[in-house]
């Protein structure tokens, strides 16, 4: 395969959406030698989606890929069970094996959507960590202090509040960092959140007479409520989520998140990105107009061109014009109480969460907003919760 050295390529590659790189002057060198190298990511399953804050280091591969270089696409299901709190404020819970066989059936088909995945590797770490015993681990854990592992800013604070911090937690840096030894990474991708992982990558591969992986670490992005991107908070866009809903979800994006959008999780050309970060700036151009560009190029990324315009047809039709769409699904609530409707027909998970949604005016029938948990609903009433969520009873 051809390697392209490209310097205006490597370069973006480089700074795009980049934090840090260790070891950049190596790194760039690499790049501009010619020689293939092998680009590894490692995620964990420990949700069924992908969501677009995942999609940032995922991009990075792929222009990574675009340059020729092989890519290393690791599926974490050993560690997904071990767990990782390197984002957390408190001790993530182990995940049972068939939770995360269940979490993992359609990542590579995600991954897929970004990557070309008939030339990237795919691997399943448990192949290799499953293996280790306790003299392997030790010898890897020698590397290591408790003083480094503790030192991180959420470890610490932890500590410092008092809250419980597990042996277990020691352990995972060693798993990610023995994942670059097994695919001889020579670089490495990860969020900002990852720092310490990324290093022990490099520390490892020493002890293995490798020679240590680059680390290319990626912007963390906010969800589309401004705080952190989380599954657990629902601010997520999903690589699988459908046309509309990804186009609306973005369209909800706070403003001034567009230019960060713009350029962690699309390749609109810098120079465009910031052109519309001046204008945005100087009030010359109306925030949902730029916004409606991020949201069709979002889209069709993750779908067709088509498949794109269509849901920007569809918002401006529902949001815009105040229209209700006439391809709702349908829901036989009808007779129902409006709490027990809401469940029913998917709006909310539980009884407890359509009170919330009811008392907080996120839902409405035939467009008035609903009040009494004791309205009831009828054959043909429109049930409406947010802005993008409809189903027509029956």
Known sequence: MTISTDKKAIAELLNRGVNEVIDRKHLEEKLLSGKQLRVKLGIDPTSPNLHIGRSIPLLKLRDFQNLGHQVVFIVGDFTGVIGDTSDKESERKMLEEEEIEKNMRTYVEQAAKILDIEKAEVQYNSSWLKKLGFGEIGRQANYFSLAEFIARENISKRLKEGNRVSLRELLYPLMQGYDSVMVKADVELGGTDQRFNLLAGRELQKHYD?????????????GTDGRKMSSSWGNTINLMDEPNDMFGKVMSVPDNLIVTYFEHCTRVPMEQVNVFAKELKAGKINPRDIKMSLALEITKMFWSEQEAQDAK??????????????????????GMMIMEALVESKLAESRTDARRLIEQGGVKVDGKLVKSLDKSVKSGNVIQKGKRFFVRAE
């Open 313 to 334: 047809t569809y918002f401006i039709s529902v949001f815009q014009k105040k229209d209700i769409p006439d391809d709702m699904p349908v829901a036989k609530v009808a």
């Open 210 to 222: 490798q020679e240590p992986q680059d680390i290319l670490m990626t912007n963390l992005i906010l």
